[in-house]
């Protein structure tokens, strides 16, 4: 398996552009999950999909932000008005239910200027 | 409610025993624990659910105590790949989303 798959690695972004993180789950896994890792504020849980539905978006810190999983192998998060304070590391993770441990990507390096 | 991780940071030479723990202010339902090496993605370790079980897999291991509210990760015999940044999530109860510590920094030195 070819793991969980995040694109783009790296995106530079100007103030105020629309920003698509996508990520492609591990095959058969029903959990997928979206992290936001900063010197700040460390490790956040953004969202969690079970089956394709959201199930608790708490963590996620603005209605600027966003996440849809349309299907069991794809899910994206946009950030739209994007803002300097959202540069980080986002990664995306699946598992097999949400009590069992889960794969992470390799991360989308974000860079709001 | 943020866990909160002891040490922040510890220093160890090869085949030397670290333990690190995570607690909370409130009852826990579920503790998980990840290690993540620097410029990579965080890799599962362990979970632990309600219960008051003890994982653990070569020599890495960890308990949870649900009186104490407060969980631990052993490392025994330390070895120069176990450096990196560990990590504990927890869940107040089975639909609740995780909360991560700040992190434990560990280093081997041979």
């Known amino acids: 398996d070819a793991g969980v798959i995040q694109s783009p690695r790296h995106e530079v972004t100007e103030m105020g552009q629309e920003v698509t993180l996508r990520c492609k789950p591990i095959?058969?896994?029903?959990?997928l999950f979206w992290y936001r890792q900063t010197m700040m504020r460390g490790l956040e849980l953004l969202i969690y999909?079970?089956?394709?539905?959201?199930?608790?978006d708490s963590g996620m810190p603005e209605d600027r932000f966003s996440a849809k999983m349309p299907n069991a192998s794809f899910s994206t998060l946009k950030i739209q008005p994007s803002e300097p304070r959202d540069s980080a590391v986002y990664f995306c993770?699946?598992?097999?239910?949400?009590?069992?441990?889960?794969?992470f990507g390799q991360g989308t390096r974000l860079t709001v200027v | 409610q943020q866990p909160v991780q002891s040490p922040q940071a510890v220093i160890l030479r090869e085949g030397e025993d670290a333990v690190i723990n995570c607690s909370s202010s409130?009852?826990?339902?579920?503790v998980h624990w990840y290690r993540q090496k620097h410029g990579e993605a965080p890799v599962f370790l362990m979970i632990l659910l309600k219960g008051g079980e003890q994982k653990g897999h070569d020599k890495i291991s960890a308990s949870f105590n649900e009186k104490k509210q407060q969980s631990s990760l052993y490392l025994t015999a330390s070895q120069l790949s176990y450096s990196g940044t560990y990590f504990c999530g927890t869940a107040l109860n089975a639909g609740n989303m995780l909360t991560f510590g700040g992190g434990t920094r560990l280093m081997v030195k041979p």
């Open positions: 095959s058969g896994h029903n959990s």
């Open positions: 999909f079970n089956n394709n539905v959201p199930i608790d």
């Open positions: 409130k009852a826990l339902y579920s």
């Open positions: 993770a699946s598992s097999h239910g949400r009590d069992r441990g889960a794969f």
